[in-house]
């Protein structure tokens, strides 16, 4: 099992940056990849980003390039993501998930390639 553990949201102004963590307990020596997804109120869970276990290889959505940045302190099992310029539409709950198996990046956008997930932080931006 893989604990997750997400904290940092908040409310913030458009234009505004907010910094996720996700930590993580338990096998996390056995997990490949970790990443970020975000539900909307009336939307589907949609993918933001993802990391590899080195830190080497990152998956963005296209909604999160340029503005986000996600990264990862293996030293203390937690990854973050840096949300930059936010915009109203980036408003949802946020939640980070990891992988115990090794699939390749262009497959870390999906939500079934993923074992376990946090309970989430609600990132609110204001217009």
């Known amino acids: 099992q893989v604990q997750l553990v997400e904290s940092g949201g908040g409310l913030v102004q458009a234009g505004g940056s907010l910094r996720l963590s996700c930590a993580a307990s338990?096998?996390?020596?056995?997990?490949?990849?970790t990443g970020w997804f975000r539900r909307a109120p009336g939307q589907e869970r949609e993918f933001v980003a993802a990391i590899g276990r080195t830190g080497l290889m990152r998956n963005y959505a296209d909604s999160a390039k340029g503005r986000f940045t996600i990264s990862r302190d293996n030293a203390n099992n937690t990854m973050y993501l840096q949300m930059n310029n936010l915009k109203p539409e980036d408003t949802a709950v946020y939640y980070c998930?990891?992988?115990?198996?090794?699939?390749?990046?262009?497959?870390?956008?999906?939500?079934?390639?993923?074992?376990?997930w946090g309970q989430g932080t609600q990132v609110t931006v204001s217009s």
């Open positions: 338990g096998r996390t020596y056995d997990v490949f990849f």
């Open positions: 998930a990891a992988s115990l198996t090794n699939w390749l990046s262009p497959y870390w956008t999906y939500t079934g390639n993923y074992d376990f």
